[in-house]
């Protein structure tokens, strides 16, 4: 079965952390730091920004692929996807603040919420199924003339 919201999140996700890395490595040459952050603040905070972001993101596309292995493709689990991404870009531009910020802030609660929603909706499906069979009507059983 492929699942085609998690697999596009996943590759979303996987950009969105090499852009993570190359964004310290800049500052690591600038900075001449090899190891560690040298006491630069900024380097610390895109690190921290990279920490948070693959904290998060295992989680998400773990509670993603589930969700959609169990009750097919939906408008909602793309959403939460789109969503988490555009969370996941907003926070590390807030981290290079030193002050606390609305770039941030909305990272982390837009991560929080999409989270949280995606645990209670993996947490409901296995109590509204009928004897264990998915009783929702995914886009790939209608494709296929059931």
Same mark, same amino acid.
């Given at each position: 079965? #492929? =699942?085609?919201? *998690?697999?596009?999140?996943?590759?979303?996700?996987?950009? $969105?952390?090499?852009?993570?890395?190359?964004? #310290?490595?800049?500052?690591?040459?600038?900075?001449?730091?090899? /190891?560690?952050?040298?006491?630069?603040?900024?380097?610390?905070?895109?690190?921290?920004?990279?920490?948070?972001?693959?904290? %998060?993101?295992?989680?998400?596309? !773990? $509670?993603?692929?589930? #969700?959609?292995?169990?009750?097919?493709?939906?408008?909602?689990?793309?959403?939460?996807? !789109? @969503? %988490? /991404? #555009?969370?996941?870009?907003?926070?590390?531009?807030? =981290?290079?603040?030193?002050?606390?910020?609305?770039?941030?802030?909305?990272?982390?609660? &837009?991560?929080?919420?999409?989270?949280?929603?995606?645990? @209670? %909706?993996?947490?409901? @499906?296995? %109590?509204? *199924?009928?004897?264990?069979?998915?009783? &929702?009507? *995914?886009?790939?059983?209608?494709?296929?003339?059931?």
């Amino acid at each position: 079965m #492929i =699942l085609p919201i *998690t697999l596009t999140i996943a590759g979303a996700a996987a950009i $969105l952390n090499l852009w993570l890395a190359i964004r #310290i490595v800049a500052v690591r040459v600038k900075g001449k730091v090899l /190891i560690g952050d040298g006491g630069n603040a900024l380097l610390s905070a895109r690190m921290r920004a990279q920490l948070n972001f693959i904290e %998060y993101t295992p989680l998400v596309l !773990i $509670l993603m692929g589930l #969700i959609e292995f169990a009750r097919g493709t939906n408008h909602w689990l793309w959403g939460a996807g !789109i @969503i %988490y /991404i #555009i969370g996941r870009v907003l926070h590390p531009f807030g =981290l290079d603040r030193q002050t606390a910020n609305p770039l941030r802030a909305a990272g982390i609660l &837009t991560t929080w919420a999409v989270l949280l929603g995606l645990a @209670i %909706y993996a947490l409901t @499906i296995p %109590y509204t *199924t009928r004897d264990g069979v998915i009783t &929702t009507v *995914t886009s790939d059983s209608l494709g296929a003339g059931h």
